[in-house]
């Protein structure tokens, strides 16, 4: 048997209960209205960082430069942005062909926009008045920590 010349050290995710509220929040939003994919961005510097997410997940959208894309967009405008079709919009960053319309809102806390959420249909459009006030629910979760 071949010997490893690395230890295995498991990778731990300490949670604490704000970003545990946020998790079972956005789950729960996301098997009520069965988006393609609903995802909550910190903006942490120059990135928005995916803390939570239900539904399709790609890799390439876990960390997200605050110059790219839709994401990108409203963490610096702090602006709703949402797209009916998203094959027109040239700053849509396509993960799954699946996609037919994203709205992407910002949470701001205290005047700030600190985070976004971003979802994505495969068909159904996206109520914007209910992703609004998700938003205020996960700006009072993110508040605490």
Known sequence: MAEHTQAY????TIMNGSQIQIRAALQHFQDEKKYFSVAVYRIE???????A????TCGQCERVHLSAGNIGRVARSGLVHA???VSKDASYTSCFSQVRSETVVPI?????TIG???VESGSDPIDRTD?????KEIERLLERT
């Open 53 to 56: 997410s239900a539904g399709a």
């Open 131 to 135: 992703l609004e006030n998700f938003a």
């Open 83 to 85: 797209i009916d079709d």
């Open 108 to 112: 701001v806390v205290s005047g700030k």
């Open 116 to 118: 976004v959420i971003d």
């Open 45 to 51: 510097g120059e990135y928005a960082i995916r803390i």
């Open 9 to 12: 050290r498991p990778i731990i």
